[in-house]
């Protein structure tokens, strides 16, 4: 082989498809130009013609590939890529197997395998592939599929049983999923993507090249900083928790200045006391629920929250989540009561292979359920406590398998972006005695996080960042604003109870001032 294996970059991997080349376009120019783009490496694959054809092809492909340095392989053929002399051979599971495959082919070959499942990533690996292609991570029309699409949730189970080998995700990728293909598809173990392949995003383009560098670019800049659609680059230093409290009440001036439209689709027990609340923060609150509707809402509103508690509209949930992603504003994702249905489960995964949540919140039952912790077993919508032996390890392993900020509440919060954990101990036991102050924790934090997306001015923060400023500032706001409130209305002479101390809460996120959230703030970095 002419490429030495260990040197493959497989970030934008191209395979062909002739037959998508769209008219008065020619399929070498196709490739060429693709290759000038950023592709990396090249796949031949000829699925209809005779192989005195399919060798033509390929040789000429070939060609172009090794004059811009990078490897060509031959989808199933391996007479083809002896014939022509490719780097290397990819494989379907219902192909040869990859011992015989690598008994004929020459030394320093490489082979990969398509892997729809766990046990077929563990096989590969076992085999000795060199590479795994998992798919089919979204629809597809290239290729009629025999195996269930997978999801990016889907591609990070596959990757865990893989774990030593490179893989890139294919099917349906294209330069607006992209994105949230490698930052969705990870591993419990935090191995991640080396790239993602495409068909017809490229083949089918009347501009291959301007596809194809754009594809690389975003890549390219998340395989550099695998987490920074997080990260601000004038972000708040985190190593001190007065830093971090600061900051986050500073975030309170904002709200009130800039007034941010708060959007959230949540449940109907909720609703009425979530948009009072996000009004007494200074705040505009829109309670929208219907999918036709979100484009034009991303444009305008300044975070989404997304709370399933009375799962309605999923249709609409899918759509704000994936505009919200594309107009880089927050996202808030409360899962209620995760753990207590199959449905929810489902629906909870269903949400997150479409969109990258900024911040997850939760209480103990929900987090552990989305960690698949046996610790807590989820019990509706009832919290059962903190209930883990080490939470702020439990939170930040969260955060780095899902890729956002997450927030655990309940007498003590958790908040971690999955490197700096922090410990929030104030709030009134009162919270947990009247219905919805979760939600409105959520609401909260939806509101700080829009401030600090605003307080990013950055004009173009690069593709693959997917908000702007600060989200764990964000979220550390919302919990100081919501437990300090809880705090004032709870001593008050009016609150004789739970019913009082409901109005008398919305009244003390009116009454908020940065110097009450400073001074009332208990908060500790773990
Ligand atoms: N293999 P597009 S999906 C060739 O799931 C191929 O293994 C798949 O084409 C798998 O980028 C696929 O045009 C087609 O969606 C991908
Ligand atoms: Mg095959």
New binding site residues.
């Given amino acids: 082989p002419f490429i030495p294996k260990h040197s493959v970059d497989y970030s934008l991997y191209l395979?062909t498809?002739r037959d998508?080349v769209p008219p008065g376009h020619d399929y070498y120019h196709t490739v060429e130009e693709a290759v000038k783009g950023g592709v990396t490496i090249v796949q031949i694959?000829e699925k209809k013609c005779d192989t005195g054809e399919f060798i033509a092809v390929a040789q000429k492909t070939k060609e172009i590939c090794h004059r811009h340095g990078i490897p060509i392989i031959v989808?199933d053929r391996i007479d083809v890529a002896l014939a022509i002399g490719a780097d290397g051979v990819h494989l379907?599971q219902t192909d040869m197997p990859v011992s015989i495959a690598r008994s004929l082919l020459p030394e320093g070959s490489i082979i990969g395998v398509?892997?729809?499942t766990p046990g077929h990533s563990q096989k590969a690996r076992e085999d000795g592939a060199d590479y795994i292609?998992?798919?089919?991570?979204?629809?597809?029309?290239?290729?009629q599929?025999t195996?269930p699409i997978i999801g990016v949730r889907g591609v990070g189970e596959v990757l865990d049983s893989g774990v030593e080998i490179k893989a890139v995700a294919?099917?349906?990728?294209?330069t607006g999923n992209v994105s949230r293909t490698l930052h969705g598809s990870v591993s419990v173990h935090g191995k991640a993507l080396e790239g993602v392949?495409?068909?017809?995003?490229i083949?089918?383009s009347t501009t291959p090249q301007q596809v194809a560098r754009r594809l690389f670019e975003i890549v390219h800049g998340y395989k550099l900083a695998p987490r920074k659609h997080l990260q601000n680059p004038f972000r708040t230093p985190l190593d001190s928790s007065q830093n971090i409290v600061n900051a986050a009440a500073s975030l309170l001036s904002i709200i009130r200045k800039s007034s941010p439209l708060i959007h959230q689709i949540t449940n109907n027990v909720v609703v009425n006391q979530s948009a009072n609340a996000t009004l007494a923060l200074g705040a505009s609150p829109i309670m929208a629920t219907a999918a036709a509707e979100m484009q034009d809402l991303s444009q305008v509103s300044g975070a989404l929250l997304v709370n399933f508690g009375t799962i309605g509209d999923v249709e609409g949930m899918l759509e704000a989540g994936r505009c919200a992603n594309a107009t880089r504003k927050p996202i808030v994702f409360d899962p209620v009561a995760v753990g207590a249905t199959q449905h929810r489960r489902t629906i909870a995964n269903e949400l997150m292979n479409a969109w990258q949540a900024t911040v997850i919140k939760g209480n103990a039952a929900e987090i552990g359920a989305l960690a698949d912790s046996t610790e807590v077993q989820s019990r509706g919508v009832d919290s059962v406590g903190e209930g883990f032996a080490d939470p702020a390890s439990m939170v930040k392993a969260l955060a780095r398998k899902e890729r956002c900020i997450v927030v655990m509440s309940g007498p003590v919060d958790y908040v971690s972006d999955g490197e700096t954990t922090v410990k929030l101990s104030n709030g009134h036991e009162l919270l947990g005695r009247i219905t919805g102050s979760g939600c409105m924790l959520g609401t909260c934090i939806a509101t700080f996080c829009a401030a600090s997306n605003l307080l990013d001015t950055t004009d173009d923060p690069g593709p693959f960042r997917l908000v702007k400023g600060d989200m764990i500032i964000g979220a550390v706001g919302g919990i100081l604003a919501l437990n300090a409130a809880s705090e004032y209305a709870a001593v008050r002479q009016d609150v004789r109870g739970t019913g009082t101390f409901l109005p008398a809460l919305i009244d003390e996120l009116y009454g908020m001032t940065p110097e009450k959230l400073v001074s009332n703030a208990k908060v500790e970095l773990c």
């Fill in positions: 395979v498809g998508l694959r989808n379907g398509s892997c729809n292609g998992i798919g089919a991570v979204w629809g597809t029309q290239t290729k599929l195996e294919i099917g349906g990728i294209t392949a495409v068909v017809s995003e083949m089918a």
